[in-house]
């Protein structure tokens, strides 16, 4: 099987995906009607791809952008349209192809997929588990010797590294009996992590060939190493640590930062600040973030004398001063609006907007959140915190 990076690029766009929104790259690769299992799309003028049907998907953005004449911005609806990146496939091979892609080494682009977690019955995405530190895909078998033999390991791993590094483990669901047996496989090995069921077109793109295989992605999905075999701890250990970011890591201290708030021109000194802080990183152009502002009214009103809050926009995203205090003077946001940049959405390893952070009072991550939610879920986080004397 020969490797292709991608099957084409279009044009430059910025995709807002249901709950999440990022800066995307060019436009992809299109795919044939097949089931791949994962969630993606087209940007820009590039064709489609997606869960269901790429083609279909390429002609409603396609019939948008003509509607939108120069347009760059557009909004695309529905669960199943978060790309890696644009220029890798979900489906590893159109049919009609004879050359397929494969992700197997560092450097290379992660494929991207949903699939069923057995633990909770609910569908996981990759693009979910990416922006917060570290993930590492273990592709295994409920008939490989190797995969039991990695069991503690990880086990052993991951009692030192949960919460810093995101572990899944894969599974081929064309191949297994069933999720329950997965599933039991999972707890009566004492692996408490999440067990997906996946499928063997994700296999082969990662390279996976009858053996236990790692995958380590960075935040960006970005493969950093892989491994086949058994491995041990210190292996583990050596490629993941690197990519630990303190600032999106429970229970680590938060990055400080000193940065202007547009709305009065004073400096927000995050440590200067002994209570509880709550962080908003967001985008003017990003269409969850705007639909966050009830919820962030009602947090302002109901816990102003107990969390400070903050909403942050980077200038290297392009934002600017005058754009952040329209943005607030529109919607009436009141609390502090800061204009940062690169180094501090990096410090927090942000990937996605809108993304919330809790810091308590003694300067610790204390909670965060990828994407829209609503206001019971901050609140009960911020309950709980402020409950325990932080």
């Known amino acids: 099987m020969s490797k292709k990076k991608g099957h084409g690029r279009g044009g430059k766009a910025t995709t807002k995906n249901g709950d999440k929104t990022q800066k995307a ?61 644009s220029d890798v496939p979900d489906v590893v091979c159109d049919p009609d192809a004879t050359e397929c892609f494969v992700a197997d080494s560092a450097g290379d682009k992660a494929i991207a997929f949903e699939h069923l977690d057995t633990s909770t019955s609910s569908y996981v995405s990759l693009r979910s588990l990416l922006g917060q530190g570290p993930v590492l895909l273990e592709f295994g078998s409920t008939e490989w010797a190797q995969t039991s033999q990695n069991t503690p ?95 999106s890591v429970v229970g680590y201290h938060a990055p400080q930062f000193i940065h202007e708030n547009v709305l009065d021109n004073s ?48 200038k290297d995203w392009g934002e600017t001063s005058e754009g952040i205090l329209e943005f607030a003077n529109y919607y009436t946001r009141t609390w502090p609006h800061l204009i940062s940049n690169d180094s501090t959405n990096s410090a927090y390893a942000i990937e996605f907007t809108p993304s919330y952070v809790l810091i308590d009072g003694n300067g610790m991550i204390a909670w965060r959140h990828v994407g829209t939610t609503s206001y019971s879920v901050i609140a009960t986080a911020a309950d709980a915190i402020l409950s325990s004397g932080l």
């Open 153 to 247: 390991i990880l086990l052993s791993f991951m009692a030192n590294y949960t919460g810093r590094v995101r572990l899944v483990s894969l599974f081929n669901g064309d191949t297994e009996a069933s999720p329950d047996w997965v599933k039991a496989y999972a707890s009566n090995g004492g692996r408490s992590w999440s067990h997906i069921l996946s499928n063997t077109t994700i296999f082969q793109g990662y390279g996976v060939d009858n053996s236990s295989t790692f995958v380590l992605l960075d935040g960006a999905g970005i493969i950093n190493w892989t491994a086949t075999g058994i491995l041990d701890v210190a292996q583990l250990e050596e490629n993941c640590i690197p990519l630990i970011v303190p600032g």
């Open 25 to 85: 790259p060019s436009g992809g690769a299109g795919s044939a009607d097949v089931s791949g299992g994962g969630s993606g799309g087209a940007n820009g003028s590039g064709s489609g791809r997606g869960i269901a049907s790429g083609k279909l998907t390429a002609i409603v953005i396609g019939i948008m952008l003509i509607a939108g004449g120069a347009t760059t911005i557009f909004f695309v609806f529905g669960q199943n349209f978060e790309p890696i990146d």
């Open 267 to 314: 400096f927000f000194d995050l440590s200067s600040v002994s209570e509880l802080v709550l962080l908003e990183f967001y985008h003017t152009n990003c269409g969850a973030c705007h639909t966050m502002t009830p919820v962030m009214k009602g947090l302002k009103e109901n816990y102003s004398a107990q969390i400070r809050i903050a909403s942050i926009a980077n």
